[in-house]
């Protein structure tokens, strides 16, 4: 029996326990046979299944062969800022004391969705209490246009508004209130122009921000013909507000250069540094940028959190003073993007077993105004309108629409769970179609021998372990069990009706655009041994920092706390890639890793020699110099052995650099490798719905969630339970509302409903795979944890949908759009009840 | 931090003891009005002296709103001057440099600001400063003993009840209100108790264990 990490979690027991770890690397290596030879298979077969391309470096031969687990690596470490989360001294970006004369800033905002500014008078603004400066697009000396892959983002508007939030200016007054107060003296008057919010239009009116796209797997127009049945449905999938607790703020500090000191709740710190420079017009070196931790970020920092860091350093150039700048929740939730919302189709054969043979699927994502990363958005959605089954021969069409709406950027998933909604509302729906349970036809449509490459030509590797995940979720959640009970329990009640939903989670770890995913760190060890490592990598909460210490305390044989991150900096590691597509621990952990190498190995060249030691078998532990040939006699502690290495004049700094190997993709083709490796997991969800009123509960959760060996079991089990959480808000209550202007009505808590503690399942069993390492030579063979379980969501929305189905005698397949809000379900509810005439798209 | 020598001179205006009521505020203002320094009417960070000649005082912010009021926080008896539309989380954040309790909506909805008002639990935000006159006030810096951590900030630990923490100090006052409530009997019902605090990176199982083991020890004695 292997062990499980999990988190037990219901009434009636109200336990909450974490197993005790085993050494997991060498059960799994009894446990799983096969699974062992097939790595070791790969491992020597192509030669190029680990480690970098080359396979020669440290760090690649370092992970070929699983270290034991007696490092501290694999300890359900607490979360590094954890002591300092709950006292309070934790310090976000609005905490920071400000240096003397510190100027508050605030933006003005465009109420027209669409329009041409006619007039900008901001003279009364400048005579307000307070107002020092007030800057427009005029005021800009570099670049106006700080898109931040394709131009499209004005930082200010300059002659056309795009969406209702748009800024159009800025100022800097001497008080916060008094910053909001003077925006409101702005004489601002726009031409309207016709607006346009359908993304569906837009797409047939060719209106994109970017070139559609096309993956192409074998012939999906034959596959169509000759297949026994068609399906063909739509659907609509909602976007999502970030909501962020800590909105998007930053202090800006003038330097005694041309430069500034950025402060800022922010996932892409070097490309603010880039847009900040290019706004200001001086070199990137006269910018630095730093981000301690984020209040959450979820995406919604990895671009637009750059437009503020913009303007208040240009603010803070001209007045020479430093600037502060908060948006005002209602603000910040017009002025930023959101998810994608999503329009999608599938016409889809299959066979009488339910088992897809090809077709054809489009998802046109609502892009906002302008590119910003709607290209990868898209992408990503079309590489995961698979999810975690072949389609056979299929065309895979993926437009961009430009509407005038904010920017819709990266949210947890980017596109993902987007694209996999399509392929889950299909699963549903040929199930019903064949009669069978649609656990039966995902099932059968898993990827598997023969049926193991993508529409996208990346052959699935691991995909065992799907399959296992699911059958073992069947059992734990006493899946077919309950289905006999609800289909019972559903016969007998007219209107309470229960359902029932398993599904899987296949998920592309890596970043599409293969040059984002290399990772910098900069290791120092002072001479009383402490250590400072930083690394590209920003701590928004996912524990990223407290698994890069455990990274380099592992590699160091030292202590957790002889470990610390000061913040991520700029000027301490350069050119860094945004922390996002749940690639930040691996890709910062193996940079930070690399140093870390590089330090031991210095060290223990230099102790062989200092003291006289075999080199061979000498590494550290437990924070002394051991051996594995003999005793090392007299010991040598940590501490004792840096000194000694200080004294002989060794290097106790390293940078540590990764790319991760193995991946391309060639966009002319639709063909590739865009992922490193897959994570999976699967999630059972229960709901009980009131049919005549729409509202519903969520009963119960099972979830078993793959992470490889994790890093940090309490961490990342944190990740999944949030994961999921979030994309069950995403799916039901999340609803983003704008009226006829494009104006959000939904701008605050109290409208846009967030899951809380109510909405927790009250009964909900988290559980992480274990004894499955990563096939591939990730960090310490983990796997990210940050988006995948996101889309274990998605089996609330398809328990929604079972309920439904059930009033039809499991007959018809309800399409239900999404947030499925309860107004949503008593619609579906009513058509169902009136008729399958009046049901629409699946039939 | 919390001495008055550390407060900006032109922020916080010397203490008055003598002579003032906590009921009349508006007799207090006006007097204030006419004597302390033109900052004093800005309570905000930035409102140090003003660099900037052009800098004209703010008509609605002059004679009549400001209020002397005396609380007591996190065990020390503070007299502030603040303008009577100050909220509690602005003086607690922006003057008394307390920035524990969080400004996540500022519309009394997402419970960051979570603090302790005579022993119940408040939105800080929404709560104006002048209302706390004479009160007790307790935020987060004010619940562990020195260095010792409050068993809940220690049961937020071990339970992983936390990933970004914005929300935590929040959390961790709504928490130890909930108990003295009796509200957390069980998980269903500190489920439903804590429910005006939003935790966006969803740790709300890790926050109910919490809960949970504190409620348990302390009815266990």
């Given at each position: 029996m292997r062990t499980l990490t999990k988190r037990v979690f219901n009434t009636s027991r109200a336990t909450a326990e974490t197993t005790a770890e085993t050494d997991q690397s060498q059960e799994a290596a009894m446990s799983e046979p096969l699974l062992a030879l097939r790595i070791e298979s790969e491992s020597t077969g192509?030669?190029?299944?680990?480690?970098?391309?080359?396979?020669?470096e440290p760090v690649a031969r370092d992970t070929v062969t699983p270290r034991p687990?007696?490092?501290?690596?694999?300890?359900?470490?607490?979360?590094?800022?954890a002591i300092k989360h709950v006292t309070g001294r934790a310090r976000y970006i609005d905490d920071l004391p400000a240096p003397h004369g510190a100027l508050h800033a605030m933006v003005g905002l465009s109420d027209?969705?669409?329009?041409?500014?006619t007039r900008l008078d901001l003279g009364a603004v400048m005579e307000?209490?307070?107002?020092?400066d007030v800057i427009t697009a005029?005021?800009?000396?570099?670049?106006?246009?700080?898109?931040?892959?394709?131009?499209?983002?004005?930082m200010l508007a300059d002659e056309e508004v795009s969406y209702v939030?748009?800024?159009?200016f800025a100022i800097a007054a001497t008080s916060y209130l008094e910053a909001r107060r003077a925006v409101k003296a702005a004489v601002v008057e726009i031409a309207p122009l016709p607006p346009r919010f359908d993304p569906v239009a837009a797409a047939d009116a060719g209106e994109f921000v970017r070139p559609t796209h096309v993956q192409m797997s074998g012939d999906w127009q034959q596959a169509l013909e000759h297949a026994p049945h068609v399906l063909e449905a739509e659907q609509f999938v909602g976007g999502q507000e970030?909501?962020?607790?800590?909105?998007?703020a930053c202090l800006v500090v003038p330097g005694e250069d041309e430069g500034v000191t950025v402060y800022t709740s922010n996932q892409h710190p070097s490309e603010t540094q880039k847009l900040v420079a290019e706004v200001l017009d001086i070199?990137?070196?006269?910018v630095t940028v730093e981000n301690?931790?984020?209040?959450?970020?979820f995406g919604g920092?990895?671009?637009?959190?750059?437009p503020w860091a913009c303007m208040a350093a240009l603010l803070a150039r001209r007045t020479g003073r430093a600037i502060r700048l908060r948006l005002p929740r209602a603000e910040d939730t017009r002025a930023t993007g959101k998810r994608h919302p999503f329009h999608n189709r599938y016409r889809l054969g299959f066979d009488d077993e339910g088992v897809i043979l090809g077709g054809d699927m489009t998802l046109i994502g609502?892009?906002?105004?302008?590119?910003d990363l709607s290209e990868a958005v898209v992408d990503r959605a079309m590489f995961h309108a698979d999810n975690a089954y072949s389609l056979g021969a299929a065309r895979v069409t993926g437009h961009r629409a430009r509407t005038h709406m904010a920017s819709n950027t990266a949210f947890r998933g980017f596109g993902g769970p987007q694209g996999m909604m399509i392929v889950e509302q299909a699963m549903d729906d040929i199930a019903r179609h064949v009669g069978e349970d649609p656990l039966t036809v995902r099932k059968r449509n898993l990827?598997?021998?023969?049926?193991?490459?993508?529409?996208?030509?990346q052959h699935v590797d691991q995909y065992p372990l799907m399959v296992e995940i699911i059958e073992r979720l069947e059992r734990s959640s006493d899946y077919w069990q309950r289905r006999d009970e609800i289909r019972a329990f559903n016969r007998q009640s007219a209107v309470i009706k229960r359902g029932l939903a398993l599904t899987p989670v296949k998920f592309g770890i890596s970043?599409?655009?293969?040059?984002?995913n290399q990772a910098g760190a900069l290791l120092h060890v002072y001479t009383d041994g402490s250590v400072m490592i930083n690394h590209g990598g920003t701590e928004m909460g996912q524990g990223l920092h407290t698994k890069v210490c455990q990274v380099v305390a592992r590699e160091l044989g030292?202590?957790?706390?002889s470990v610390r991150i000061s913040a991520t900096r700029t000027d301490k590691v350069p050119n860094t890639s945004p922390?996002?597509?749940?690639?930040g621990a691996d890709l910062n952990g193996m940079a930070a890793r690399d140093a870390a190498t590089q330090i031991r190995q210095r060290l223990l060249d230099f102790a062989a020699e200092h003291y006289q030691?075999?080199?061979?078998?000498l590494h550290l532990e437990n924070g002394k110099l051991v051996s594995d040939?003999?005793?090392?006699?007299p010991a040598v502690s940590w501490g004792e052995l840096i000194q000694a290495a200080y004294l002989g004049r060794v290097s106790l700094s390293a940078t540590g650099f990764y790319s991760t190997p193995l991946i391309h993709y060639d966009r002319d083709s639709g063909?590739?490798?865009?992922?490193?490796y897959f994570a999976y997991g699967a999630s059972v969800s229960e709901v009980r719905v009131d049919t005549l009123s729409g509202e519903y509960r969520v009963e119960r959760v099972d979830i078993l969630h793959d992470?490889?060996?994790?890093?940090n079991p309490a961490i990342d089990l944190g990740q999944v339970e949030g994961g999921f959480i979030q994309g069950m808000g995403w799916l039901t209550s999340e609803e983003l509302k704008w009226n006829d202007d494009g104006?959000?009505?939904?701008?605050g808590p109290a409208t846009y409903k967030i899951p809380t503690f109510?909405?927790?399942?009250?009964i909900f069993n988290v559980e992480l795979l274990e004894g499955?390492?990563?096939?591939?030579?990730s960090l310490y063979r983990s796997k990210a944890v940050g988006?995948?379980?996101?889309?274990?969501?998605?089996s609330v929305w398809s328990a929604l949908r079972d309920a439904l189905s059930s009033l039809t005698g499991y007959r018809v397949s309800p399409p239900l759009d999404t947030p499925a809000t309860p107004e949503r379900v008593l619609m579906a509810a009513e058509a169902l009840r009136a008729g399958p005439a009046n049901v629409g798209a699946s039939r | 931090m919390m001495d008055h020598e550390s407060n900006p001179p032109d922020t916080e205006a010397p203490?008055?003891?003598?002579?003032?009521?906590?009921?009349t505020v508006m007799k207090v203002g006006a007097m204030s009005a006419t004597m302390v320094p033109l900052g004093v009417m800005v309570p905000?960070?930035?409102?140090?002296?003003?660099?900037?000649?052009k800098r004209q005082p703010a008509p609605g912010l002059a004679a009549g709103n400001v209020v002397e009021i005396s609380p007591r926080i996190n065990g020390t008896r503070r007299t502030l001057r603040v303008d009577?539309?100050?909220?509690l989380l602005d003086l607690l954040?922006?003057?008394?440099?307390?920035?524990?309790?969080?400004?996540?909506?500022?519309?009394?909805?997402?419970?960051?600001c979570t603090v302790h008002v005579n022993g119940r639990r408040v939105a800080s935000c929404l709560t104006?400063?002048?209302?706390?006159?004479g009160a007790e006030v307790l935020t987060i810096e004010g619940i562990s003993d020195g260095q010792a951590l409050h068993p809940m900030q220690q049961a937020f630990i071990d339970h992983d009840a936390?990933?970004?923490?914005?929300c935590t100090p929040g959390q961790i006052m709504a928490a130890i209100a909930c108990i003295e409530e009796g509200h957390a009997s069980n998980a269903a019902t500190i489920r439903e108790y804590m429910s005006g605090n939003i935790c966006r990176c969803g740790a709300y199982n890790g926050i109910v264990a919490a809960v949970e083991q504190i409620a348990r020890s302390v009815r266990e004695g």
């Open positions: 192509t030669g190029e299944a680990f480690g970098r391309l080359e396979g020669d687990a007696r490092e501290n690596s694999r300890h359900a470490q607490a979360h590094e800022s027209v969705a669409h329009g041409r500014i307000m209490p307070g107002v020092i005029q005021h800009i000396p570099g670049h106006r246009d700080i898109g931040p892959v394709f131009p499209g983002d004005p939030g748009q800024p159009l970030h909501f962020y607790l800590e909105g998007q070199p990137f070196h006269a301690r931790r984020m209040g959450g970020g920092k990895e671009t637009q959190a750059a609502d892009c906002g105004h302008s590119p990827y598997r021998i023969g049926r193991d490459t993508t529409h996208y030509g970043f599409t655009a293969k040059h984002l030292i202590d957790f706390e922390t996002a597509a749940s690639s030691f075999d080199r061979e078998g040939i003999g005793a090392v006699t063909q590739g490798r865009p992922f490193y992470v490889g060996d994790s890093l104006r959000l009505l939904t701008d109510g909405d927790l399942p009250p499955h390492p990563n096939s591939q030579a988006e995948p379980p996101f889309m274990l969501g998605i | 203490c008055q003891s003598s002579g003032v009521t906590r009921r905000w960070k930035a409102s140090a002296q003003p660099l900037d000649d009577a539309r100050t909220s954040r922006e003057r008394l440099d307390l920035v524990g309790a969080k400004k996540g909506c500022d519309h009394g909805q997402c419970g960051a104006l400063a002048a209302k706390v006159d936390l990933q970004c923490g914005y």
